[in-house]
């Protein structure tokens, strides 16, 4: 455990720029929880492969990061033309794009920061290199306060549970924690944010979700949690209906990666198993959802694209030896899955707490 919540922030920062800013500087996540290592990549095809391994991965962070690697690209084209400029960006954007295809934020990102190129297109390129800079910046200090704004809603929530003496059960699945954001995360912002009011840690007791294949609960939201204080249990996935039947749980809090118009939401694969059992259950699941990942474009989950990885995930990445003989087919691996609004009990943005009918609740908000 660390010191404080803020040394243990600082040790886990997601991304942050590399010397000279002429690089992105990331936690490598797919060497968690043996070993905390930071490299650094630079050239569009580490940045690339980055994303695309999960080195860093979690919505908010991969647009972090897609939105600092195009500013320190950008800030290395040799020309002061700008349609030269522009097409050189172009590419790199529209190469970076192909790394995931679920997360919105991955296209947020990357559109922030040509929209901000285009809106200075009459300046020199050095001073287009410089804002450039300063709107991959300003992302990442958002991505701070929005995940912070859905922290204090969900720890409104949190309080509403509070019953003097007994901590608070609380379901997760996949890390929608600090790792996956640039500092509270959203499903664990409820928790962070309640530490920051002064709960103790024992206030509560997560359930972290192992979540197959990559074992994001395991090795990322059961570290993060546990570095922080907070009283942490793992459990596979196929135990949730049993944990959730022992009431054990009083509330789930997930991430999203891409959440439709009318409320469905795409998370990690396994998410709208747990929503089903919650619903059999009686147990309230809230999505947790920075504005950037709702998209008013898909109008239901049906329009999400759902990446599919690598067989080799299911068969033998994690393990010493292939634990699935080697002529059977592991080809169905589906990184998502898209919960159905209807089993949703609210949606969480950084705007106010949304509550079905959710188009109508997020064009209240402002979300567009
Ligand atoms: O494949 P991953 O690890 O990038 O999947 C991450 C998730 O599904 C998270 O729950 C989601 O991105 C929300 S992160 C705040």
């Not at 580490?46 to 391994?53: G, L, P, V």
């Not at 950008?74 to 529209?94: C, G, I, L, S, W």
């Not at 959802?289 to 990445?317: H, L, N």
Request: hydrophobic residues 40%.
């Amino acid at each position: 455990m660390e010191k404080s919540l803020d040394d243990f922030f600082e040790k886990v920062i997601t991304v942050k720029w590399g010397p000279g800013k002429r690089s992105v500087d990331i936690i490598d996540q797919t060497l968690l929880p043996g070993t905390i290592k930071r490299i650094q990549v630079s050239t569009k095809e580490e940045i690339w492969e980055a994303i695309k391994k999960l080195r860093v991965r979690g919505a908010p962070a991969i647009g972090v990061c897609a939105a600092y690697g195009m500013a320190e690209l950008a800030a290395k084209f040799d020309t002061e033309n700008y349609p030269d400029f522009y097409h050189q960006f172009m590419e790199v954007k529209n190469y970076l794009a192909t790394s995931r295809p679920t997360a919105v934020n991955l296209f947020w990102a990357l559109n922030r920061m040509e929209d901000t190129l285009k809106a200075n297109s009459t300046k020199t390129t050095a001073q287009i290199k410089d804002l450039l800079y300063a709107e991959a910046e300003k992302i990442r200090e958002e991505d701070i306060q929005i995940s912070r704004s859905i922290g204090e809603i969900g720890f409104g929530l949190l309080k509403d549970l509070k019953k003097d003496g007994e901590p608070i059960g609380i379901e997760t699945h996949c890390n929608a924690g600090t790792l996956a954001t640039a500092k509270y995360g959203t499903a664990t912002a409820p928790m962070y944010i309640a530490l920051e009011h002064g709960w103790a840690p024992e206030d509560m007791h997560v359930y972290c979700d192992e979540t197959r294949p990559l074992l994001q609960g395991a090795r990322l939201t059961s570290f993060e949690l546990s570095r922080a204080g907070i009283t942490t249990t793992c459990q596979c996935d196929n135990m949730a209906s049993l944990l959730m039947k022992s009431g054990k749980i009083r509330i789930i809090f997930v991430g999203c990666d891409r959440v439709a118009a009318n409320g469905d939401a795409a998370n990690k694969i396994g998410t709208s198993g747990l929503a089903i059992i919650a619903r059999h259950y009686g147990i309230p699941f809230y999505v947790c959802a920075p504005s950037s990942t709702i998209d008013m474009k898909t109008k239901t989950g049906e329009g999400i694209p759902i990446e599919m990885r690598d067989p080799e995930e299911i068969k033998s990445m994690w393990y010493k030896e292939p634990m699935v003989p080697a002529e059977v087919d592991t080809s169905f691996n589906p990184a998502f899955d898209v919960t159905d609004h209807s089993l949703i009990t609210g949606i969480i943005t950084e705007k106010g707490l949304c509550r079905a009918p959710y188009e109508d609740a997020f064009r209240k908000l402002g979300i567009q």
